[in-house]
């Protein structure tokens, strides 16, 4: 009987960076293998194309498989995680545009009303695949021209195609206003947050009424909802400068190995890593840990 090695963890690379010569945008290029990402979300866009190996994402409406030549597109603050479809990973390009370029694009290229976003989450189009891949190739070669008009050309493509105003925020529901003030709560207390009845007493409510509005209003509940917003405020801190360790304490982590083991299973790459490329010490592509 035939048989294969095991994948290792080791064949596993990731680059998380931005490039300024593209403002609004961050990159990740990586390879996969036993590597995770927990239930997150992004303030901005995420479009994902699979060079080799196949990611299954999931999302709200269920699991989705990335191939080659398929293109994922996530918008703002839609809760998803990530992981290998297949024993040997998968290997990718992803952009995550922000809100206020893709918004730009939009408005010039479209003629999307109200906030432009995508009304799919994966189509099978080989040559918006081969431009998100040609962005990463441009901005690592320093080709700032060709890095912003094929991110351009990608982002206008996909909205035309695939786009479509995102649904207006509904008229609040019954538990609305207190899962606004209990994320009002945890943001502010992000590094002692009460526990979950603690935070039902403070707001006068049940815990499992609390579960139920917020879980409704963000998509995540409050514990998992806090750990995605400590790594977004980590990932400020170091982009300024801040050690990993500075940034557990700050943020409210027991310790760096806690930072660590969230950050990576949220952004990709450890913590380290992604300090080093924002602050000017960034190593090549291929290095760092694995999304």
Do not use: C
Not at 95 to 119: M, Q
């Amino acid at each position: 009987m035939e048989t294969h090695a095991a994948p290792d963890r080791k064949d596993e690379w990731a680059r998380h960076w931005q490039y300024p010569g593209v403002p609004g945008l961050d990159l990740l290029q990586a390879r996969y293998v036993r590597h995770s990402f927990t239930r997150h979300t992004h303030e901005g866009f995420v479009l994902g194309a699979v060079r080799r190996g196949i990611e299954d994402v999931a999302l709200p409406g269920g699991t989705i498989r990335a191939l080659p030549g398929t293109v994922v597109m996530i918008n703002p603050e839609v809760p998803h995680s990530a992981r290998a479809g297949v024993p040997e990973g998968w290997v990718y390009s992803t952009l995550y545009p922000s809100s206020a370029l893709v918004a730009g694009i939009a408005a010039e290229t479209t003629s999307l009303r109200g906030t432009a976003g995508f009304a799919e989450t994966i189509v099978r189009d080989p040559s918006a695949s081969h431009l998100v891949h040609a962005v990463h190739r441009a901005a690592e070669e320093g080709n700032a021209l060709a890095a912003d008009s094929v991110l351009r050309l990608v982002v206008a493509r996909l909205l035309r195609r695939h786009g479509g105003a995102l649904p207006a925020r509904p008229a609040p529901a019954a538990g609305a206003r207190t899962a606004a003030l209990a994320r009002e709560v945890l943001q502010a207390r992000m590094a002692a947050p009460p526990s979950l009845e603690e935070l039902a007493r403070e707001l006068g409510t049940g815990t499992f009424a609390l579960l139920r509005a917020f879980k409704a209003a963000y998509g995540l509940p409050p514990h998992t909802w806090l750990t995605d917003a400590r790594v977004r405020r980590a990932r400020g801190l170091l982009e300024a400068g801040a050690t990993p360790a500075e940034a557990a304490v700050a943020v409210g982590f027991t310790d760096q190995p806690h930072l660590n083991r969230h950050f990576t299973r949220i952004v990709g790459v450890p913590p380290g890593a992604y300090r080093r490329e924002r602050t000017g010490a960034g190593s090549p592509p291929g290095s760092g840990a694995g999304r």
